[in-house]
Protein backbone atom coordinates (compact mmCIF):
# COMPACT_ATOMS: atom_id res chain seq x y z
CA UNK A 1 0.00 0.00 0.00
CA UNK A 2 1.56 3.30 -0.68
CA UNK A 3 2.13 5.98 1.41
CA UNK A 4 -0.05 8.00 -0.70
CA UNK A 5 -3.41 5.79 0.08
CA UNK A 6 -2.26 5.35 3.88
CA UNK A 7 -2.86 8.85 4.49
CA UNK A 8 -5.89 9.15 2.30
CA UNK A 9 -7.10 6.29 4.64
CA UNK A 10 -6.11 8.26 7.78
CA UNK A 11 -7.64 11.10 6.71
CA UNK A 12 -11.12 9.54 5.99
CA UNK A 13 -10.99 7.91 9.29
CA UNK A 14 -10.48 11.14 11.26
CA UNK A 15 -13.38 13.44 9.15
CA UNK A 16 -15.64 10.55 9.38
CA UNK A 17 -15.14 9.98 12.85
CA UNK A 18 -16.10 13.99 13.47
CA UNK A 19 -18.86 13.56 10.99
CA UNK A 20 -20.37 10.36 12.91
CA UNK A 21 -19.89 12.07 16.19
CA UNK A 22 -21.13 15.44 15.27
CA UNK A 23 -24.01 14.96 12.61
CA UNK A 24 -25.19 10.92 13.21
CA UNK A 25 -27.62 10.33 15.99
CA UNK A 26 -27.30 7.14 17.34
CA UNK A 27 -29.50 4.90 19.86
CA UNK A 28 -28.60 5.65 23.53
CA UNK A 29 -26.02 3.32 25.51
CA UNK A 30 -24.83 2.78 21.64
CA UNK A 31 -20.72 3.18 20.66
CA UNK A 32 -19.84 3.20 17.30
CA UNK A 33 -16.82 3.75 16.28
CA UNK A 34 -14.17 3.64 13.27
CA UNK A 35 -11.62 1.29 13.40
CA UNK A 36 -10.00 1.35 9.82
CA UNK A 37 -10.46 2.13 6.17
CA UNK A 38 -9.67 0.70 3.20
CA UNK A 39 -9.55 1.81 -0.23
CA UNK A 40 -8.66 0.84 -3.33
CA UNK A 41 -5.20 1.83 -5.28
CA UNK A 42 -7.32 3.83 -7.62
CA UNK A 43 -9.25 5.67 -4.98
CA UNK A 44 -12.90 4.93 -6.28
CA UNK A 45 -14.14 2.98 -3.05
CA UNK A 46 -13.17 2.93 0.38
CA UNK A 47 -14.34 0.52 3.19
CA UNK A 48 -15.18 1.80 6.19
CA UNK A 49 -15.18 -0.72 9.33
CA UNK A 50 -17.18 -0.05 11.82
CA UNK A 51 -17.12 -1.85 15.32
CA UNK A 52 -20.46 -1.24 17.49
CA UNK A 53 -20.74 -1.93 21.16
CA UNK A 54 -23.20 -3.42 22.13
CA UNK A 55 -22.66 -6.31 19.15
CA UNK A 56 -26.49 -7.11 19.30
CA UNK A 57 -26.99 -3.18 17.92
CA UNK A 58 -24.78 -3.64 15.04
CA UNK A 59 -27.81 -4.13 12.28
CA UNK A 60 -29.52 -1.39 13.30
CA UNK A 61 -26.58 1.23 13.30
CA UNK A 62 -25.35 -0.20 9.97
CA UNK A 63 -29.25 0.81 9.01
CA UNK A 64 -28.62 4.00 10.09
CA UNK A 65 -25.63 4.55 8.50
CA UNK A 66 -26.56 3.21 5.33
CA UNK A 67 -29.71 5.05 5.11
CA UNK A 68 -27.75 8.17 5.76
CA UNK A 69 -24.90 7.42 3.97
CA UNK A 70 -25.76 10.00 1.04
CA UNK A 71 -25.10 13.16 3.04
CA UNK A 72 -22.43 11.60 5.22
CA UNK A 73 -20.56 11.11 1.79
CA UNK A 74 -21.44 14.35 1.10
CA UNK A 75 -20.27 15.68 4.18
CA UNK A 76 -16.86 14.29 3.79
CA UNK A 77 -16.68 15.32 0.17
CA UNK A 78 -16.82 19.46 1.49
CA UNK A 79 -13.98 18.59 4.06
CA UNK A 80 -11.69 17.05 2.12
CA UNK A 81 -10.13 18.53 -1.00
CA UNK A 82 -9.07 15.37 -2.17
CA UNK A 83 -9.14 13.90 -6.28
CA UNK A 84 -10.74 11.28 -6.61
CA UNK A 85 -11.92 11.11 -3.29
CA UNK A 86 -13.99 7.77 -2.79
CA UNK A 87 -17.15 6.43 -2.71
CA UNK A 88 -17.51 4.78 0.91
CA UNK A 89 -19.92 2.03 2.22
CA UNK A 90 -19.81 0.78 5.76
CA UNK A 91 -18.70 -3.08 6.83
CA UNK A 92 -18.91 -4.62 10.15
CA UNK A 93 -15.34 -4.99 11.85
CA UNK A 94 -15.32 -8.57 12.23
CA UNK A 95 -12.02 -8.52 14.11
CA UNK A 96 -12.95 -6.37 17.00
CA UNK A 97 -15.97 -8.85 17.37
CA UNK A 98 -13.91 -11.37 17.45
CA UNK A 99 -11.81 -9.95 20.02
CA UNK A 100 -14.59 -8.99 22.16
CA UNK A 101 -15.91 -12.70 22.20
CA UNK A 102 -12.40 -13.76 23.50
CA UNK A 103 -12.43 -11.26 25.95
CA UNK A 104 -16.09 -12.62 27.57
CA UNK A 105 -14.88 -16.17 27.05
CA UNK A 106 -11.76 -15.31 29.34
CA UNK A 107 -13.72 -13.84 32.12
CA UNK A 108 -16.20 -16.43 32.43
CA UNK A 109 -13.20 -18.74 33.31
CA UNK A 110 -11.45 -16.26 35.06
CA UNK A 111 -14.95 -16.44 37.12
CA UNK A 112 -15.12 -20.31 37.07
CA UNK A 113 -11.29 -20.39 38.82
CA UNK A 114 -12.71 -18.40 41.63
Known amino acids: M ?8 QLIKKELGQ ?3 R ?5 ENVLATITRVETTPNLIEGKVFVSVMPEDKT ?3 LQI ?3 QIYDIQ ?9 RPLPR ?6 KETAKAGRIEEILEELKKEEK
Open 88 to 93: IYFVVE
Open 59 to 61: ERI
Open 23 to 27: EVEFP
Open 2 to 9: SKRIQRVN
Open 74 to 82: QKLNKRLKI
Open 19 to 21: ILL
Open 65 to 67: LNR
